[in-house]
């Protein structure tokens, strides 16, 4: 069993940065990829970022490559995600996944098991 809970998110202008945090519980955090998805008010769930088990290997959706960086430390459970030159289209709620059954992740929110609380990202224009 893994517990995900997310921080960082806020409200900040357009070209403006935040780093979201998602700090996980349990001892088996290292062997699991993880992502990040968001969600907003009348859209469908988005992947945003995934990162492997190790950190080794990184992919995006098309929207946010080159703004947003995805990493993880093992050490203190915890993965991130830096983003940078926000775009009010990038405001929504942000939830990190955990992918029990995945090395590398995936991009459909279907195949993750575990998923945080969510927190709240808004850019003004």
């Known amino acids: 069993q893994v517990q995900l809970v997310e921080s960082g998110g806020g409200l900040v202008q357009a070209g403006g940065s935040l780093r979201l945090s998602c700090a996980a519980s349990g001892r088996t955090f290292s062997r699991y990829a993880l992502g990040w998805f968001r969600q907003a008010p009348g859209k469908e769930r988005e992947f945003v970022a995934a990162i492997s088990w ?3 290997y990184t992919y995006y ?6 703004r947003f960086t995805i990493s993880r430390d093992n050490a203190k459970n915890t993965v991130y995600l830096q983003m940078n030159s926000l775009q009010p289209e990038d405001t929504a709620v942000y939830y990190c996944a955990a992918d029990a059954d995945s090395l590398y992740g995936s991009r459909s929110f279907k195949d993750y098991d575990y998923w945080g609380q969510g927190t709240q990202v808004t850019v003004s224009s």
């Open 54 to 56: 190790s950190g080794g």
């Open 61 to 66: 959706s098309d929207s946010v490559k080159g």
